[in-house]
């Protein structure tokens, strides 16, 4: 493949790159909101043209109980390995819209950066994968087979996606599958992640006496439902920040000062790392770096909390009910069901007797691990270095993909975690962008995982 030639059909289609993507960032694919059911399902005809457009030999809509599964392949030849990519067209919800700098599903470029909604988690990333098909396809140079999952529901936790590849595991027969949905340490330093955190994510409701009363009456004597849920989840992490659930670190991997020695090679900037999210100072497990905490160690942190009145004015009550959503991050070894278990008992066991305590366990995901030492990464670490001019470096992220654990589960294969994002990328958050630059070096990357791993897979 000629390196010339690859660069050459990303500059004369640079700017159709760019208007496609806009347009499928129009598209409000919210699927933690029924509101935007037909929206989503427009998104998945709108994903399934984009793939015929490009060249596949197939290409369909697959139901499922919740939002649907668009599936395509092109089979060049059954004697060639297959590559299977796997990507979501689902978008977090965009509340609160009013911090947003432009519509987040009105796509702006603002100094190099796509700004909207699912712009970098992971239409763009995802997208980059079809522009990189094109590629091949128009060249003339596919080396591998080429399978496309791109699914709806893996912002809300991919409930329906487990019942698909169950059923369908002939059709999803592959050598590798590869995922753009992680980040690089930044444009200079490419890097693979080849570790995710799990997730367990939960809900717990407090709830005192049987209807709100009145404070002035009842305050001093009534256990008020949001202090109690406040003071419980604050016993959650004791002085040095470590999380006092009973045996919740009992099965935590413990990572080797060899690799901590390594991760902590990576060019990392404390001060711009605080900048960035506008903090003057970090709070990490005691013993360990930003870095570790955020990848090595697992996490429990409260995601909403809420209860009484909210409304505008004053209205002097005590309430009755106090909620809070909570998830924990998971290394691996932890599992998600154990470690739900273990909270709920905790949590249910702090509680005082004024009050009832509710757990309620939402979705949840398994730690993963990938190898160094697989054609698989291989193929990754040569295209990146590649195009960047540098050898990535080996990363563990913090976030979580349920979905890697589950493939290797059922489909017996190693997902590639090839993702061109960038933390400060604002994904979950109000003004969520993504790189020009970030996106078009992903289109020319991945062309070069595909020819590298059919060398690979060859040895």
């Known amino acids: 493949m000629n390196n010339q030639d690859v660069k050459s059909y990303i500059d004369q289609n640079k700017d159709r790159f760019l208007n496609e993507l806009v347009e499928l960032l129009k598209i409000p694919s919210v699927s933690?909101?029924?509101?935007?059911?037909?929206?989503?399902?427009?998104?998945?005809e709108h994903v399934k043209q984009s793939l015929i457009n490009v060249g596949v030999d197939f290409a369909e809509i697959c139901p499922t109980a919740g939002q649907p599964i668009v599936y395509a392949e092109k089979m060049i030849d059954p004697n060639k390995p297959t590559i299977l990519v796997y990507g979501h067209y689902d978008v977090q919800p965009a509340d609160p819209v009013e911090l947003w700098n432009s519509p987040p599903f009105d796509p702006q470029i603002i100094d190099g950066n796509i700004y909207a909604r699912g712009s970098a988690d992971d239409k763009g990333q995802f997208?980059?994968?079809?522009?990189?098909?094109?590629?091949l396809s128009k060249q003339g140079e596919l080396p591998c087979n080429v399978k496309f999952m791109i699914e709806g529901e893996e912002e809300v936790?991919?409930?329906?996606?487990?019942?698909?590849?169950?059923?369908?595991?002939?059709?999803?027969v592959a050598d590798v599958i590869i995922i753009s949905?992680?980040?690089?340490?930044?444009n200079e330093t490419p890097s693979i992640t080849v570790g995710l955190r799990g997730l367990s994510y939960v809900e717990v409701e407090v709830t005192g006496p049987s209807k709100d009363l009145h404070s002035g009456v009842y305050g001093g004597a009534i256990d008020n439902p949001v202090n109690v849920v406040c003071d419980m989840i604050a016993s959650l992490k004791d002085e040095n920040n470590a999380i006092t659930v009973k045996g919740f670190y009992d099965k935590v991997e413990i990572v080797s000062d060899e690799d901590r020695k390594a991760m902590s090679e990576a060019p990392f900037s404390k001060e711009d790392y605080m900048s960035a999210v506008g903090v003057k100072a970090t709070r990490t497990e005691k013993g360990y770096s930003d870095r570790e905490g955020t990848s090595i160690r697992p996490t429990l942190d409260v995601n909403g909390i809420w209860g009484g009145y909210i409304g505008e004015g004053a209205k002097t009550v005590l309430p009755s009910k106090a909620f809070a959503k909570i998830s924990m991050r998971l290394v691996?070894?932890?599992?998600?069901?154990?470690?739900?278990?273990?909270?709920?008992?905790?949590f249910e066991s702090i509680a005082p007797e004024s009050v009832s305590v509710k757990v309620t366990a939402h979705h949840g995901g398994e730690p993963a691990v990938i190898p160094t030492d697989n054609p698989g990464y291989k193929a990754a670490s040569r295209a990146m270095e590649q195009t960047f001019g540098r050898k990535p470096i080996p990363e563990r992220g913090g976030g979580s993909i349920p979905i890697v654990a589950l493939f290797e589960k059922e489909l017996g294969l190693k997902s590639i975690l090839m993702g061109f994002g960038l933390d400060s990328d604002d994904i979950h958050s109000p003004n969520e962008h993504y790189g020009v630059f970030n996106y078009l070096k992903g289109i020319e990357t991945i062309p070069y995982f595909h020819h590298y791993f059919a060398e690979e897979s060859a040895n």
Do not use: W
């Open 32 to 44: 933690a909101d029924s509101a935007y059911d037909a929206d989503t399902e427009r998104c998945a």
């Open 127 to 135: 997208y980059m994968h079809v522009k990189a098909f094109e590629l």
């Open 157 to 172: 936790g991919s409930v329906n996606l487990g019942v698909f590849v169950k059923e369908n595991k002939e059709k999803l």
């Open 181 to 186: 949905d992680t980040s690089i340490i930044n």
């Open 332 to 346: 691996p070894h932890q599992e998600p069901d154990e470690i739900t278990r273990l909270f709920k008992e905790h």
